[in-house]
């Protein structure tokens, strides 16, 4: 049994026979010139490139999507226009399901010729040459070649599935991508404010997905941007980038792991770091007392916290309340209270306070030996 061929695929022997491919082998652009240097590592595919890849392999089983995906392609290229004009496009697959949408949609030829951009990156440039097949384009949409605004026309978008094959053909041809390891960002690209604007009417459309889309002003162009991860990736899927949006969905997994794993070790160094400050001034406190007066002079109380602090530097407050049998809150107060003593005995030295923990604890031991020997 063999399987049907794609309406789309059968134009692309319109390209084969045509004099522009013999061109392109006599300018040293052979075909397959540009997927050879991606294979050989030269060039590398982005996330938005990976996207549009997946959806050029789509393939349109209902005449409308058909028709819907090809309006996409061809409204928001630079090619939809009477007069003669020329889009470039970077990918090969998008270019060529540009051809083959004018050749199946309108009827009309559409001539790609391959060229080189800045850094040797491959590009290709899109026209379609002859007014009258120009017009013969516009008509078939139901525009008319002497519009002033181009407008959405919603009789191309019938159906809720026409909306997403439309919007395929829009990103593929005006849309971009972030890499969602960097940001979120989805756009899309038109030098037309009333396309832009229908464009964000025809976003609000879409029942599955809340997409909330906006608008900005660059240079020339009008931008309309998504930037919610949720809303790129169902758009993503409403327009079948189903891999892509599973892709995005687990690098937005990883990341918000390892901001949380970041999150938790900032907490606990911090915490350590404020425990160790503060045991390093309870402990020169203590040294100070021992000093001076000794630690006889303290009462029971807090003689008992100050030897348990002298004993387990680096024990927090809740472990040695549970040593003590007393609350957090108590451990703390009889600490601020052996501060408040030293206090009353004068600042400890300099080089007593820029000593260790176990610098202070070890002098301690050894003053302590001693009088145990005499």
């Known amino acids: 049994m063999h399987r049907r061929a794609s309406p789309l695929r059968g134009a692309c022997a319109v390209y084969a026979r045509s004099p522009c491919r ?14 050879r240097i991606k294979r050989e590592g030269a060039v590398f595919m982005s996330f938005a490139a990976d996207c549009k890849q ?3 392999m789509i393939e349109n089983k209902r005449a409308c999507c058909l028709k819907a995906e090809c309006y996409g392609l061809l409204l928001f290229s630079k090619c939809f226009s009477a007069r003669e004009s020329q889009m470039v496009c970077e990918n090969a697959a998008v270019a060529r399901r540009v051809a083959e949408a004018a050749a199946v949609s309108a009827g009309v030829y559409a001539e ?7 850094k040797n990156i491959g590009a290709y440039a899109i026209t379609i040459p002859g007014e009258a097949a ?25 159906k809720d599935c026409c909306i997403s094959a439309f919007l395929r053909g829009v990103f ?7 890499d969602p390891q960097k940001e979120y960002h989805l756009e899309f690209s038109t030098p037309y404010l009333h396309l832009a604007e229908d464009l964000v009417a025809v976003l609000h459309r879409v029942k599955a997905a809340q997409l909330s889309p906006s608008i900005a002003r660059r240079k020339n162009s009008y931008i309309v941007y998504i930037k919610e991860s949720a809303a790129i990736e169902d758009f993503l899927t409403l327009t079948g980038a189903v891999n892509s949006a599973m892709n995005l969905m687990q690098i937005k997994m990883y990341k918000e792991t390892y901001n949380n794993l970041n999150r938790v070790s900032n907490c606990e160094t911090a915490n350590l770091d404020k425990t160790y400050s503060a045991a390093t ?19 029971a109380d807090l003689r008992e916290a100050a030897v348990l602090r002298l004993e387990n530097p680096e024990m927090s407050l809740r472990e040695m309340g549970e040593r003590l049998s007393i ?32 610098e202070v604890e070890e002098k301690l031991h050894a003053e302590n030996a001693k009088t145990e020997e005499l």
């Open 281 to 299: 001034k309870q402990i020169a406190a203590i040294a100070l007392i021992s000093d001076k007066v000794g630690l006889d002079e303290l009462p």
């Open 112 to 118: 790609v010729r391959s060229q080189l951009r800045r």
């Open 172 to 178: 593929l041809i005006c849309g971009t991508v972030t």
């Open 22 to 35: 013999k061109r392109h082998s006599r300018h040293g652009l052979a075909p397959g010139y540009h997927e």
């Open 327 to 358: 609350s957090r809150s108590g451990v703390n107060h009889r600490l601020r209270r052996i501060l408040e003593f030293a206090e009353q005995l004068g600042s400890p030295e300099e080089s007593l306070a820029e000593q260790s923990v176990f």
């Open 54 to 56: 997946e959806l050029c």
């Open 134 to 158: 120009r017009i013969q384009m516009i008509r078939s949409f139901g525009h008319d070649e002497n519009d002033v605004n181009l407008h959405i026309h919603e009789e191309n978008l019938q």
